[in-house]
T-cell receptor, first 113, second 113 residues
Framework: AQSVTQLGSHVSVSEGALVLLRCNYS??????LFWYVQYPNQGLQLLLK??????LVKGINGFEAEFKKSETSFHLTKPSAHMSDAAEYFC???????????FGAGTRLTVKP | DTAVSQTPKYLVTQMGNDKSIKCEQN?????MYWYKQDSKKFLKIMFS???????INETVPNRFSPKSPDKAHLNLHINSLELGDSAVYFC????????????FGPGTRLTVL
């Protein structure tokens, strides 16, 4: 079965600094990869998703992620962090004709003023 | 206009009780899901329903039962509540299946005393 591993349960950056959240996947067939964000006391919201159309995926709020098959990675980046980016971020994977979605353990992003 | 709504937002109850959580989506999606998020933020799929047909049941105790009166609703019934059932439960929906974007409700925080 497919799976994802998020490296780092907690990432702290200064406002204006680069945000890099790491996600590695495991799948025997082409994966569909997602990044979701969860703000405190809210449900999850899609940031972006990879569906094999393009390896560099742009999402909402200035986030983007690059699919690297050779590294089995789908890291999330943002050039300049805002205070409002503080949240929990989840990487997730699914595959076609699958009845499953696997989430990573989440990475909590803290943004310092 | 809330896309995916859940009621109640908070639910506090005693061990052994039976409770229900309601979920409604107004997106016209074909598939709805229930997830459980534990205290460490780990998300696990519990059920998914597609056109009133249960697609998957991930090692969930049979005390949990989903009920879908129509395509727009997927309610979660829990019998004989246990301490370990305390968690946040999220409802979600997608156009078809797991490779599509999922839209999440705001969550229901269940506390079993």
């Amino acid at each position: 079965a497919q799976s994802v591993t998020q490296l780092g349960s907690h990432v702290s950056v200064s406002e204006g600094a680069l945000v890099l959240l790491r996600c590695n996947y495991s799948s025997s067939v082409p994966p569909y990869l997602f990044w979701y964000v969860q703000y405190p006391n809210q449900g999850l919201q899609l940031l972006l998703k990879y569906t094999s159309a393009a390896t560099l995926v742009k999402g909402i709020n200035g986030f983007e992620a690059e699919f690297k098959k050779s590294e089995t990675s789908f890291h999330l980046t943002k050039p300049s962090a805002h205070m409002s980016d503080a949240a929990e971020y989840f990487c997730a994977v699914s595959v076609k004709k699958s009845n499953d979605m696997r989430f990573g353990a989440g990475t909590r992003l803290t943004v310092k003023p | 206009d809330t896309a995916v709504s859940q009621t109640p937002k908070y639910l506090v109850t005693q061990m052994g009780n039976d409770k229900s959580i309601k979920c409604e989506q107004n997106l016209g999606h074909d598939t709805m899901y229930w997830y459980k998020q534990d205290s460490k933020k780990f998300l696990k799929i519990m059920f998914s329903y597609n056109n009133k047909e249960l697609i998957i049941n991930e090692t969930v105790p049979n005390r949990f039962s989903p009920k879908s009166p129509d395509k727009a609703h997927l309610n979660l019934h829990i019998n004989s509540l246990e301490l370990g059932d305390s968690a946040v439960y999220f409802c979600a929906s997608s156009v078809r299946g797991y490779t599509d974007t999922q839209y999440f409700g705001p969550g229901t925080r269940l506390t079993v005393l």
